[in-house]
């Protein structure tokens, strides 16, 4: 079979343009969201994958019940089975018309069907026996809220009540409520309960009936807008705030928080949908945030504590091993935030491949790890000084030093002290004799003599 080359060449070249074509186009594509403002959060690295008006002040609605339920979560956890009991407040504070599973005053649940009541069938009444439960009013409960919200970096939320009715001064944004619902999948418990399409709620001391719920949120059952890659999500509405929904899906390891506000209801699940498939196609690249050997400080090494010390070096602090993260591309490395934690001195000894320090590296202030830093030197105290042993003699000099030091303290001997006395004693033996010579010279000649002291005289 004869092949046309060119027309085979063609037609390749057309079939990767289209390829590469429809590749750009997934990333550079201006996506159609009927919603305000919307976000896609990497839940892992806090990465902003997709953002329009993320910022941009909303009323949440409903989803406002994902704080409910997570700090509900972080205080009943381990206590899921504690009664709630239901206070006239709580029953009867909520419009008529709102949404609600008709619990009667002095009735209980246990927390954890509070929980399915809350997220499942969005009741308000259970919201507030659940802030009623925990902080004893409803109030002291939304500003607990506020406070819980802002420590995770939403500080642009304000919540007014624990169920998301309609109040001018609650607002949220999408970006803080993607911080929320990040911290709320970090309870498996919560995510499984917004998670589940049917719960039915035993009978109670006030109702004999078994209560079913199911799921408002349609992404999960409904065949038109299913989405397998959703684990759970929360949804809202109110005229104010329009439709709202948060989600949280995953494939395979890949985890991302979907945040919708004042969105339209046709396009609800649309839009959502739309952001997830958007998001999964953005490819991941490993990056190496550090290198193993990189440099981090330099610190001081002392003698000791006391007030009398001195500096007696410096050790190097460095990354042990190279440290890779998996990241979006096309990332802004910018966003990685690293901090340094070491201490201003150290006191000797200090080894080298000792730990000493750490990096901790976010992305938005959102831990992301730590690497723990090694010293590359070693600082020791200072080695006692010890005297050189004294000379032995080698066995093989015929002890020649010994000998020769001798020699010289017998000649020092002789020049200072036996010399000096013979020349003394040759000079009085001379003189002596020299004496006696005269006098006998003198005798011979017939005169005395007699010696006293040291004069001769003559008699």
Known sequence: MKIDFKKFLTVSLAALYLVFANYTTIYAQELQISAESAIVMDAQTGFILYDKNMHELQYPASIVKVMTGLIAMEQYGDRLYEPIEFSNHAVYSIPWNSSHIAMNEGETLTMEDALYALMLASANEVANAIAEHISGDVNIFAQLMTRRANALGATNTVFTNPSGLHDPKQVTTAYDMALIMREASRHPRLLEIMGTVRHDIP?????????????????????????????????????????????????????????????????????????????????????????????????????????????????????????????????DMDLIETQLYTPSQVVMPVHSGNTIGRIIYSVGGNFMGDIQLKVANTVLPPSPVIPDPPLLPDPESNYEPVLTAMQAMAENYYLSFILPLAIFSLGLVFSVGLFRLHRNWRQAKGGKYSVIGSSVYRR
């Open 203 to 331: 009978p109670t001391e006030r109702q004999p009936e078994v209560r079913p719920l199911r799921n408002s949120n349609r992404i999960l059952w409904d065949n038109q807008h299913f989405n397998d890659s959703v684990i759970g999500g929360k949804t809202g509405f109110t005229t104010p705030a329009q439709h709202t929904l948060a989600t949280f899906a995953k494939q395979d390891e890949r985890e991302l928080v979907v945040i919708t506000l004042h969105g339209q209801g046709r396009y609800l699940y649309t839009d959502t949908n739309r952001l997830l498939n958007h998001a999964f196609a953005i490819p991941y690249v490993q990056t190496q945030l550090f290198y193993e050997g990189e440099y981090a400080r330099t610190i001081p090494v002392y003698s000791n504590w006391g007030r009398n010390r001195e500096q007696v070096g410096e050790v190097v602090l460095q990354v042990p091993e190279n440290v890779y993260l998996e990241l979006p591309l096309g990332h």
